[in-house]
């Protein structure tokens, strides 16, 4: 009883933390990332935001402000991106959720990490989160 108590208060603690979500196979992955920004979770104003540019470039904002310029790419079932200096390529699973509040969720996934995002089409990587 004592754990069902405990997970009932983090479920209510926390409401927009996504849940997990169904594997995106490559094919869809392109589509789906393609004029769309992805806000970090958890969310605030100054949550880390990222840009999928049709192509293949990639701007990211962490949450100090700072900005950063990769690329990305799908190699079959998978999101790959690089970040230079380096010229290696990290690959990770994708999968599709959806938060407690029922925005679209993206989570990518590799080496028992997950990063979680909630998207939102077009190119708002110079905007602060705010609720719609």
């Known amino acids: 009883m004592r754990g069902i108590v405990i997970v009932l208060i983090a479920l209510t603690a926390f409401p927009a933390l996504a849940q997990a979500g169904e ?3 490559g094919a869809q ?17 100054s949550s880390a935001r990222q840009y999928f540019n049709k192509n293949g470039e990639t701007p990211y904002i962490d949450a100090s402000g700072s900005k950063t310029y990769g690329g990305w790419l799908v190699r079959g079932d998978q999101y790959c991106s690089v970040w230079p200096p380096s010229d290696h390529y990290s690959c990770y699973d994708v999968e599709k959720g ?6 679209p969720t993206i989570s990518f996934v590799s080496g028992g990490k997950r990063y979680e995002a909630v998207l939102k089409s077009g190119k708002h990587v110079d905007e602060a989160w705010t609720a719609d």
């Open 23 to 25: 594997k995106v196979l």
């Open 29 to 45: 992955i392109e589509p789906m990332l393609n004029d769309t920004t992805a806000w970090y979770l958890p969310l605030s104003p």
């Open 98 to 103: 959806a938060a407690a509040d029922g925005k």
